[in-house]
């Protein structure tokens, strides 16, 4: 409700500052118990149309040692894409930076294979919507998985919450699984505390 509301009033530019200091934050004591993680922050396109996230990265990542490398921006398509060429100087901007560029939720609305033709990405992420259909779609998830990671992808699919959702899918370090069947949302504490192992 406050992210609707912050759209409509044009308010997120607020919203995405405090964000980036809590992520700067949040990232200081995971990295202590997690080396390895990287972390995401999740970028509307008439967000990043306002082109202010390059700088306020920037400072961050000189003033706090914030490793950029281990960022990513994931691109949230809710509606076309109206000034391509802005869009594109501004990713080519966090490329500079060593910042990867993720496409969210690969599936719905316009986050499509169009879309690889328009923007290159480092990440896709298969929508939930598509993993639900796993038994209607036999294979469909194995299909795009191996198809995106042979063609030179990060692969995350979402909304996984179980063990017959994983059958047939590649072994590869490229891939990545989000949901339920590992954990829910936890807070930040206890996931110190748990200390999970990678796998």
Partial sequence: MVIEVAKEYNLMGYIDRFLIKKVKEDYSRIVKVYPEVSI??????KEMEQNYHIGLLSKYAEK????????????????EIIKLKLIEDILLSFRKLKIKLSMDDFGSKYNSFYR???????????????TDQ????????NCLSTAFINAGYEVVIEGV??????RGLPCSEKLSIQGYIYSRPMSLKKLEEEKFKYI
Wanted: net charge negative.
């Fill in 64 to 79: 706090y040692k914030f490793p950029l490398d281990k960022l990513y921006i994931e691109l949230t398509q809710e509606e």
């Fill in 134 to 141: 796993y038994d209607k779609f036999t294979g469909i998830l």
């Fill in 116 to 130: 690889l033709t328009k923007i290159k990405y480092d990440e896709i992420k298969i929508d939930k919507s598509i």
């Fill in 161 to 166: 919450e179980n063990a017959d959702q994983l």
């Fill in 40 to 45: 995401s922050i999740n970028l509307t396109v």
